[in-house]
């Protein structure tokens, strides 16, 4: 078997996905993406893929290191979200060929269904009360918030006090019926981090993530003994060798490395495998398309430590509905979510069957997806 040729679609809202296909008819999907830098993403698969027309597509270890390894320059955003979503496409592949799911490949099962949690979305405490209800209504355990605008490296304490009303009205609503992450998004810096972690800890939220930005990872130990919050980190971390130094200090309980950023399945299985060894949780980040979420419960299925999952139903920048995600499959139930669990996925390879069609058609309407330039009151750039 023989990698034959592949193809690129840039599909609302924000994604890119990759089409591999192989010469005994065989296709493998990936999620290569980097949001809001589709295009520079595309042009790097396309220098990736030269190496691999005519190499069989099972040799994933051998084609990953040559990736990696193959150029002078190595690592980063760009070229380890073009690299993930070319290993994940191998893996579909794989799958498919043995007729068996991805995590059959890797060990087996670890559970038989996974954890999911919804975003909730608002400014106000009552939009955000009203999204943790719906929530609930629905059966999850488990919600996200993103929990401040902009922030200046030093700023007011009413921003943290809008912060606490916010949370206080969703235990108030909720009590702890419903676990609660609280999302920095890395719009703090150190100190106005220590203070929040520190207000936030009376609330027992199940994890804070992205305190500060992932340059600034040495200040989570301030943080980590400012409170007893549960740190996550780890959406913007593109390989193993930036993981080990966060999980070597100690101060972090939960990575969340992204399957189309941080080297696909292959390094992420690798990664939330190094963290079980330091005793530390895996959930790993998915605000994306459904071929990344597919990848995402793959590795999930198979790691001892991956405890719950994102998905992007809902999201804040999805179209319409919403269901932006489903309408790119054919068979939509692989993602119903029961009582805040999906089943594990039982198809081959990435078990998903894409709805080539529909993709083809929305690539012709395609996006031109940025991220939102934030500024604070004096004209400074803040962090998004």
């Keep these: 078997m023989k990698i ?40 790097a698969v396309i220098e990736l893929m030269e190496s691999l027309i005519g190499k069989d597509p099972q040799d994933i270890e051998t084609h990953w290191n040559n990736m ?10 760009v070229l380890m979200s073009a690299l993930s979503g070319i290993d994940q496409a191998l893996w579909d592949i794989k799958g498919k060929f043995f007729n068996t799911p991805i995590y059959n490949l890797m060990g087996g099962k670890a559970r038989d269904k996974v954890k999911v949690y919804s975003w909730i979305a608002g400014e106000t405490k009552e939009d955000l009360v009203n999204g943790i209800l719906r929530a609930k209504s629905e059966g999850f355990e488990a919600v996200k918030m993103n929990a401040t605008n902009e922030l200046q490296i030093i700023d007011s304490y009413k921003k943290i006090d809008w912060v606490l009303e916010r949370v206080a009205a969703l235990r108030e609503a909720v009590g702890y019926s419903v676990d609660i992450g609280i999302d920095f998004h890395g719009r703090l810096h150190k100190a106005m981090a220590k203070v929040m972690a520190s207000a936030l800890d009376e609330y027992h939220p199940m994890f804070i993530e992205e ?20 740190i996550a980190t780890g959406e913007r971390m593109f390989s193993r060798w930036q993981f080990k130094k966060i999980l070597s200090s100690g101060y972090v309980d939960i990575i969340q490395p992204d399957l189309s950023h941080a080297g696909g399945i292959t390094e992420c299985k690798k990664i939330i495998s190094m963290a079980e060894a330091y005793d530390v949780a895996a959930a790993p980040h998915c605000p994306l398309g459904p071929i990344a979420l597919s990848a995402c419960l793959q590795v999930d299925a198979s790691c001892h430590n991956a405890f719950i999952q994102e998905q992007s139903l ?42 080539e069609e529909y993709v083809k058609e929305q690539a012709k309407i395609s996006h031109n997806w940025k991220s939102p330039t934030w500024f604070n009151k004096d004209g400074s750039i803040a962090e998004w």
């Design 314 to 355: 809902g999201v804040q920048y999805s179209a319409g509905d919403g269901k932006d995600l489903l309408n790119y499959l054919t068979d939509k139930s692989v993602f119903d979510f029961k009582d805040g669990f999906v089943e594990v996925i039982k198809g081959p390879g990435l078990g998903i069957e894409v709805n």
């Design 68 to 77: 990696y390894r193959g150029g002078f320059y190595r690592g980063g955003p």
């Design 211 to 230: 305190a500060v930005e992932p340059e600034n990872n040495e200040a989570l130990r301030d943080i980590a003994n400012a409170c007893s919050i549960p």
């Design 4 to 43: 034959k040729s592949f193809e690129l679609f840039k599909v609302p809202p924000r994604w890119l996905f990759l089409k591999i296909e192989t010469d005994n008819g065989i296709i493998g999907w990936g999620e290569p993406i980097v949001e809001g830098k589709a295009d520079t993403v595309k042009a």
